[in-house]
Nanobody, 112 residues
Framework: QVQLVESGGGSVQAGESLRLSCAAS????????INWFRQAPRKEREFVAG????????YYADPVKGRFTISRDNAKNTVYLQMNSLKPEDTAVYYC?????WGQGTLVTVSS
């Protein structure tokens, strides 16, 4: 059974940082691309960042380029999202996605 478990969310002030983690189990993690999405209140879920199974060529949505960094540790079956210079508009539930699987999400709240 595939499980994706996010952690690391919380409440911060604008300009601060958070690092999200997504631990995967029940899947061949090392050969799968993995993504982060987010869903803000009253908005549709949107893509944030993704990384290939080799770990190279990460790709980002325009609103987070230069502020967020995605990385992975295949030995730990974990992907990370380092979020710097957070803005109130980054407030959302952040989800980990691998193929057709989704985690339960972790809430990030950024106050001004």
């Amino acid at each position: 059974q595939v499980q994706l478990v996010e952690s690391g969310g919380g409440s911060v002030q604008a300009g601060e940082s958070l690092r999200l983690s997504c631990a995967a189990s029940g899947v061949t993690f090392s050969t799968s691309a993995i993504n982060w999405f987010r869903q803000a209140p009253r908005k549709e879920r949107e893509f944030v960042a993704g990384i290939s199974w080799l770990g190279g060529s990460p790709y980002y949505a325009d609103p987070v380029k230069g502020r967020f960094t995605i990385s992975r540790d295949n030995a730990k079956n974990t992907v990370y999202l380092q979020m710097n210079s957070l803005k109130p508009e980054d407030t959302a539930v952040y989800y980990c996605n691998l193929n057709n699987y989704w985690g339960q999400g972790t809430l990030v709240t950024v106050s001004s």
